[in-house]
Structure formats: structure tokens, C-alpha cells
């Protein structure tokens, strides 16, 4: 059996971008050997993560082999079906799909919706008993983990009934108690319900997951044949089939309810979830009725989905489907227990640190004043103050702060430029100095040394003016070709100067040096040189994937140089 998290990180595909910790609602991720890696305690399982991550590295648990071990056993295996799968699977005529689940070794399929209409029936006869207040629906189970693990004070507004999927496996359960249950829906925190206590669902599929079932056994709607209709078990759903969209739990219970009313309201996406949680409303002693999703638009939008289709029409899909069944009426299954304690899944409170360790690594990383807390978002979090408490809390590393990355890159540049024998200048398209050494200003004399002395590295400063090379940079930067050498004669002495493109048309740099004055080879630092100043400036065009493998690099290419010099030197 798979016993891996709902979700996990693949650490070989991660290319540590920060992307997920940007998008993750609670910040469950910690980035350690370069890997962004799921804090599976903190996590609410949203799945948010697995749809932003360019590389694919964080990846939903595969639970096909688990539903397969147990359809390869004599017990009948029931598929529970979530209602979004009229959008996910729209290209399958339903007596074709259902012909096609009975082909994978499925007894019969049953909608889930049924379990969502025992929940409506239990929720109406148990909403009037209670006190003036505010009740969350309980059925979306990334919401329930949100209220456990960071809202804990709201646990008591939780409706104490277990999820639709619980009701429906319970009801298939007491129709054949040898049975097994596998759930299909566009849900991956359905997944951790598996651990849930009084759990009756066997395993869980997200749709995807059952599209790759089909594909595996060579299942396609033009080829499925159907002998005999089949149709779900035990019966037909009726307006528990809203469930899926923001909204329809409100609908089914308050058919005539308005989404403007102010007894049953709905709200999708975790930002708004999150910022009703921050500041639940008062009641003015009335009762609220709170239909919280995790995803935006309810469940038709999950993570988990088969198919990338517009929101519009899977919405559309879903509540003609209610449509077509009007009338249909759900068979009185009240003896079934659906009562749940919500009070589990606790997490420790997360630590808080004191101010002076805060302005610490607020230092560290070059944030003296408030004024240089950019708060740019780079690093994942939202504010500077947000990743020195990841720091503290070992969730983040100081490498992963884009500014204080790049004024590393940078001053490793500067070092390099600084250490060489010969003198250096990087200059742009404008022929405007970008950084140069002391060593450069010294060759052209009084003029531009004391303009070295004024502004140290003469960036901003005009080459035109500083030397004579102009020229040759122009020429370079026109023409984009990788290297020019070039012997002048200035003020009694022959120079060597050496041009290369770093950027096309954009930066190029010379180094000038006196030939015979020193033994380091031109082509070593050329190379090296190129190497550091491409990555420095990658780092500038980057920083939202900065990493710190750059700072390495650069380092080992400046160690290098500094040992071929020596070797040189030494010579």
C-alpha cells in the first residue's frame, strides 16, 4: 500500500523557485538542500502547490494501485462518484462511462451526491435546534484542516457531521457491509480523510487518476460497448448534485434561498476564507449558516481534475445535470449515523520570536533600517518580517532574500575585479561604466584615478571621457561578436586590450593590461571573468529563482582565478 502524504515533493525535479511558498496559503513549505519540501503537520492540503509548481516537483500521492489491489479481491468494490464528473468526463456518454467503470472491475457506480443529500437532511433538522450563532459546513475537508491546525477557536462553529463522501460510503456500507468503497473526484484532501477517525472511504481517486485508469486499459468512449444500460446505485441524485459549486450546499438546503441572504451564505478560495476566518462578523443574534470551499468557484475547480476546462462551463455542466433530475426524491436513510468530532489534527502553536532576533536576521541580510525591507515578495513570503520568522523557525535560508543574493553576486563581482592584475571595465550600451577596477583608472592617469577616487568603480561615468577606447566598444557593441583584440600605444606604453560581449549589444567588458608585465593567462581570466559577470548579471534578471548553487558558483570561479593568479605569480 502507498503510505506517502496526500501530496509530497519530488526533491530531483525542485528548482528551489520559491514559487509554491509564494502561493501556499499557510506557508507549509521548508527549503532545505535546496528543495522545497512539504511541512505535512502544517499543511491543509489544498493542492495549490501542485498546479503552480513549474517543474512539477510536488506531486499528488498515485492511489491506483490501491484501488486496483482491491478490485483484484473478491470483495465488491463500489465507485463513489463526485458530481463534477458531468465536466471532467463530458466527452463519455454516461452509459458509456458507467460501462467503462464496470470494465475496471467496479460492482457499480453510486453518486456521492447521495451522501450529500443525507447531510442536507440531517443539517435541516438540526440547524433550527441550535443557539443563535455561526455554523461552517463541514464538508470541504481543506477548510476543516484550515480551522484545526490555525483557527482552533473556530472549531466549535464546525456542523459536527462528517463529510458527503463519509455519509455516501457509510450508506454503501449498510446497503453491503463486505463492501469497499473508492472515492472519484477532482479533491486531493479527500485524500487525508483516509486518516480521519470512523474513516469509511477505502482509498481516494482524483479524477485525473481515473482518466489514467481508462488509459491504461485502453478504455475510450468510441470503443466502450454497452449491452445492458446500466444505472447508479442505489438510486439517482437529485439536488445533492450542487454540491460541487459555490453555493449549491446552500441551495439544497434552502431550495429558495438567495445568495444574498443573510441566513446561508457561501464563499470560495482561500484568501477569502482565510480573511472571513481573520474577521468573523458578528451575528446580531441571529444564525449564520457559513458554506466555506477551498477552491475558487467550489469543488468543480479542484486540484484533482481530469480536464483543464473553463469554470463556466463545468459550472453550467453541473447544474443542468440538477436539473434533469427534478422531482427525484432520497429514500429516508436517517438511521445511518453522520455525527463527527471535529476536535483532532491539532498542530503546536507556532512559535513567536522576540524583536531583537528578528532585527538580528533582519541584519544579516542587509535590512538595517524598515526603509530596506523591500518586502518584495521574492523570497516567498509577503513581508521581510514573514522570512526572518521562517529563518527563526527553520523553514527558510537567508540565500533564498533576492536582494541580499544579488548585492552578494555583486560584491563577489566586485572582489574579482578588484583582485585582478590587469585593469577591468564592464560597460553597457550606452557606453555608460557599469563597475570597473582601481587598476583600469590608474592606466588612462590623473584624470581618471581621481575620478576612480570620487566614485569608486566610476559607475554612471562616461568612457568617452575616461579613455580611448570608445571606439572599440562601439564597434563591439554594434557588432555583437564575441571578442576583439587590440594593441594601442598610449602615453609611451603599448596596451593590450582584450573586448568581449557579455550581452549582445547591451554590456560588454575590456581588459587592459602591459604586455610582459604578468604571466596570468589572458584566456583563463577571460573565461572566468565571463563566467562571474554572466552570473551576476543572471542573478539581476532572476531574482524571483535566485538560489543559492549561484553564490557557490560564483564563488568557486573567483577561487579559481585567485589560484590561477597565484600559480602565475609563483611562476
Known amino acids: 500500500m502507498n503510505k506517502q502524504e496526500a501530496i509530497y515533493t519530488e526533491a530531483n525535479n525542485c528548482q528551489d523557485c520559491y514559487k509554491c511558498i509564494r502561493h501556499c496559503p499557510v506557508k507549509a513549505i521548508k527549503i532545505e538542500d535546496h528543495s522545497a519540501s512539504i511541512m505535512h503537520h502544517l499543511c491543509i492540503f489544498c493542492g495549490i502547490c501542485t498546479s503552480v509548481c513549474p517543474a512539477e516537483a510536488k506531486i499528488i500521492r498515485n492511489d491506483i494501485h490501491t484501488a486496483n489491489y482491491y478490485l483484484h479481491q473478491e470483495a465488491p468494490v463500489y465507485l463513489s462518484l463526485a458530481p463534477s464528473f458531468v465536466s471532467d468526463f463530458s466527452e463519455w456518454p454516461l452509459e458509456k462511462f458507467m460501462a467503462a467503470c464496470k470494465k475496471l472491475g467496479f460492482e457499480a457506480v453510486s453518486e456521492t451526491a447521495l451522501g450529500a443529500e443525507m447531510l442536507s437532511a440531517h443539517l435541516k433538522d438540526w440547524i433550527p435546534e441550535q443557539k443563535n450563532g455561526i455554523y461552517i459546513s463541514s464538508c470541504c475537508p481543506t477548510v476543516v484542516e484550515l480551522i484545526q491546525k490555525y483557527y482552533p477557536e473556530h472549531i466549535g462553529k464546525l456542523t459536527p457531521f462528517v463529510s458527503p463522501v463519509q455519509a455516501h460510503a457509510r450508506l454503501l456500507k449498510k446497503l453491503n457491509p463486505n463492501a469497499r468503497v473508492v472515492f472519484a473526484g477532482p479533491c486531493i484532501s479527500k485524500k487525508t480523510e483516509l486518516d480521519f477517525p470512523d474513516n469509511a472511504v477505502d482509498t481516494v481517486l482524483t479524477f485525473e487518476e481515473l482518466s489514467k485508469m481508462f488509459d491504461n486499459e485502453g478504455l475510450l468512449p468510441e470503443l466502450v460497448d454497452v449491452s445492458v444500460p446500466d444505472h447508479f446505485y442505489p438510486k439517482q441524485a437529485h439536488n445533492g448534485r450542487l454540491y460541487p459549486v459555490d453555493g449549491g450546499m446552500s441551495n439544497s438546503l434552502q431550495p429558495d434561498v438567495a445568495q444574498t441572504s443573510s441566513s446561508f451564505m457561501s464563499f470560495s478560495g482561500m484568501a477569502t476564507v482565510k480573511k472571513l476566518l481573520d474577521n468573523m462578523p458578528e451575528t446580531n443574534g441571529q444564525t449564520l449558516f457559513l458554506e466555506l470551499l477551498a477552491c475558487d468557484g467550489g469543488c468543480i475547480n479542484g486540484p484533482g481534475r481530469a480536464s483543464s476546462g473553463e469554470i463556466i462551463q463545468s459550472r453550467s455542466a453541473v447544474l443542468a445535470t440538477n436539473q434533469e433530475q427534478e422531482g427525484a426524491v432520497l429514500a429516508n436513510y436517517s438511521a445511518i449515523p453522520l455525527a463527527m468530532d471535529y476536535q483532532f489534527n491539532f498542530i503546536e502553536k507556532q512559535p513567536t520570536f522576540p524583536e531583537d532576533e528578528i532585527r538580528e536576521v533582519l ?94 568603480g566610476l559607475e554612471g561615468a562616461s568612457i568617452e571621457k575616461l579613455t580611448p577606447l570608445s571606439r572599440l566598444f562601439k564597434n563591439l557593441l554594434h557588432s555583437g561578436h564575441e571578442r576583439i583584440e587590440k594593441d594601442l600605444e598610449y602615453e609611451g606604453r603599448v596596451l593590450h586590450v582584450s573586448l568581449f560581449t557579455i550581452q549582445k549589444h547591451k554590456q560588454v567588458c575590456a581588459i587592459v593590461r602591459v604586455p610582459g608585465e604578468h604571466d596570468v593567462s589572458v584566456d583563463e581570466l577571460l573565461l572566468r571573468l565571463k563566467q562571474v559577470v554572466r552570473e551576476n548579471m543572471q542573478t539581476a534578471q532572476k531574482a524571483a529563482s535566485l538560489i543559492g548553487e549561484n553564490a557557490a558558483n560564483t564563488e568557486c570561479a573567483i577561487n579559481t582565478v585567485m589560484d590561477s593568479m597565484k600559480g602565475g605569480s609563483n611562476a
Open 363 to 456: 541584519s544579516s541580510i542587509g535590512k538595517m533600517t524598515p526603509d530596506d525591507e523591500l518586502n518584495c515578495g521574492g523570497c516567498g513570503y509577503n513581508t521581510c518580517r514573514n522570512f526572518a520568522q521562517a529563518i527563526l523557525g527553520g523553514k527558510a535560508e537567508r540565500q533564498m532574500c533576492v536582494s541580499y543574493m544579488r548585492k552578494m553576486a555583486q560584491n563577489k563581482a566586485s572582489v574579482l575585479l578588484r583582485k585582478m592584475p590587469y585593469g577591468v571595465v564592464i560597460v553597457d550600451e550606452n557606453l555608460k561604466v557599469i563597475e570597473s577596477n582601481e587598476l583600469f583608472a590608474s592606466i588612462w592617469g590623473e584624470t581618471s584615478q581621481l575620478a576612480y577616487d570620487a566614485r569608486p
